[in-house]
């Protein structure tokens, strides 16, 4: 199966530890997007890659949020001195050039910070 | 601001059965609205999507309803098996906004024997 991978699958860590998670999208998709799902809601959206270029932030994107897609493939995002709130499922979707529409959603990375 | 809004929060269908969700929308501006199906620990997957040109969008057993001039879709889901139990959510995207989704709250589908 060579769907959208995400790494960890789940990560429990201490209230103001870093953490980090990894998405690698489905080869060749040249859209990767970063979305945020808490218990019982949809996906809310937080950013999107266009290859290598991070195109558009959510304003739920706080400055302690970084996302990278090096060489426009991977994809990590980093959460810094992380808060109880940030406990959710973290999902990487991407998207094939010349159908932007059509999202392949990662199986998620569940973030509990205790 | 919820832009998009879906009922009911959860439903039982016995199978065989018809399964109804609906949803609704404010932005005027959305152009393509997709249905995702999300099971327990996984991630949600695309099952059907239709635009704002068309009425209707029929896939197996899965039809999209559209009404553009009120503003709500909805799916249903034929002959509903135990299969389909699973969290559905409907979405919507504007054009030049790179295709990010705005969701519902999600329905939890539960069919039973």
């Known amino acids: 199966d060579t769907g959208v991978s995400q790494d960890p699958r789940h990560k429990i860590t201490k209230r103001g530890q870093n953490v980090t998670f990894r998405c690698d999208p489905i080869?060749?998709?040249?859209?990767l997007y970063w979305y945020r799902q808490t218990l019982g809601q949809g996906p809310e959206f937080l950013t999107y890659?266009?290859?290598?270029?991070?195109?558009?932030k959510s304003r739920l994107l706080s400055d302690r949020f970084s996302a990278e897609r090096p060489k426009g493939s991977f994809s990590t995002l980093e959460i810094q001195r992380t808060e109880q709130g940030d406990s959710a499922m973290y999902l990487c979707?991407?998207?094939?050039?010349?159908?932007?529409?059509?999202?392949?959603f990662g199986p998620g990375t569940r973030l509990t910070v205790l | 601001q919820q832009q998009v809004k879906q009922s009911p929060q959860s439903l039982i269908v016995q199978k065989g059965g018809i399964s109804i969700i609906n949803c609704a929308y404010e932005?005027?501006?959305?152009?393509?609205f997709p249905w995702y199906q999300q099971f327990p620990g996984k991630g949600p997957a695309l099952l059907i999507a239709?635009?704002?040109?068309?009425s209707e969008k029929k896939e197996g057993r899965f039809t999209i309803s559209f009404n553009k001039s009120a503003k709500q879709f909805s799916l249903h889901i034929m002959d509903s098996q135990p299969g389909d139990s699973a969290t559905y959510f409907c979405?919507?995207?504007?054009?030049?906004?790179?295709?990010?989704?705005?969701f519902g709250t999600g329905t939890r589908l539960q069919v039973t024997l």
């Open positions: 979707a991407s998207t094939p050039w010349g159908n932007p529409d059509t999202q392949y």
């Open positions: 080869s060749e998709h040249n859209r």
């Open positions: 890659f266009q290859n290598e270029a991070q195109l558009e």
């Open positions: 932005n005027t501006a959305f152009d393509y």
């Open positions: 239709i635009r704002p040109d068309v």
């Open positions: 979405a919507a995207s504007t054009p030049g906004t790179a295709s990010k989704l705005t």
